[in-house]
């Protein structure tokens, strides 16, 4: 069975510095996605970031960006110039085929 | 625009008595999903469909049972709710295949076992 593994279950960052939440995956398969969703107090859970398996290049969307290591099945999100709207729980993700699995989250503060 | 929608926001239930939650979509998707989640921890995957193919996690207790009549809806049957089953249960839907993998998700249900 996949599992995602996020070792940080608290993270806090000042209000416009950058802040990095990691996550590692074990699969043994080559072609999945992964992403990361956000989780705000509200608790609907939306997408930040999506990165194909088979795309090298990472992805990147405004603030958000991504490190994906496929060898060392890592995935690792950058958020930069961090706001007070970015305090949530953060989700990694593996799906595969249909099936969508999630970390333990990482809940990020921002601090004013 | 809600494009998933569960129903009710809040249930209370009492122990043993059976219970529905339910999950409906606008958006056509193939995928329709229920987790389980309890507080500061990871939504758990209970199940989901491919269209009408059900696929059961292994380590889902059969109290949790599933239905879709259609691609609209989809319902989660708890035969006979425990204290330890209260969490929220979140509903989600996403595209079949490998070009729609985002997954939308309603606000959950949060259930309470009394």
């Known amino acids: 069975a996949q599992t995602v593994t996020q070792s940080q279950p608290e993270m806090s960052v000042q209000e416009a510095e950058t802040v990095t939440l990691s996550c590692t995956y074990d699969?043994?398969?080559?072609?999945?996605?992964l992403f990361w969703y956000k989780q705000p107090p509200s608790r609907q859970m939306i997408l930040v970031i999506r990165q194909e398996a088979y795309k090298q290049q990472n992805a990147t969307e405004n603030r958000f960006s991504v490190n994906f290591q496929k060898a060392a099945k890592s995935f690792s999100l950058k958020i930069s110039d961090s706001q007070l709207g970015d305090a949530a729980m953060y989700f990694c993700?593996?799906?595969?085929?249909?099936?969508?699995?999630f970390g333990t989250g990482t809940r990020l503060t921002i601090i004013p | 625009d809600a494009m998933v929608i569960q129903n009710p926001r809040y249930q209370v239930t009492q122990f043993g008595k059976p219970v529905t939650l339910s999950c409906s979509q606008t958006l056509n998707h193939n995928v329709m999903y229920w987790y389980q989640q309890k507080s500061s921890q990871a939504p758990k995957l209970l199940f989901h469909y491919y269209d009408k193919d059900f696929n059961n996690e292994a380590d889902t207790p059969d109290n949790f049972q599933s239905r879709r009549p259609n691609t609209s809806f989809c319902f989660l049957d708890i035969r006979s709710p425990g204290l330890g089953d209260a969490a929220m249960y979140l509903c989600?839907?996403?595209?079949?295949?490998?070009?729609?993998?985002?997954?939308?998700f309603g606000q959950g249900t949060r259930l309470t076992v009394v």
């Open positions: 989600a839907t996403s595209g079949g295949g490998n070009g729609n993998t985002e997954a939308f």
């Open positions: 993700a593996y799906r595969r085929n249909e099936k969508l699995t």
């Open positions: 699969t043994s398969e080559s072609d999945y996605y």
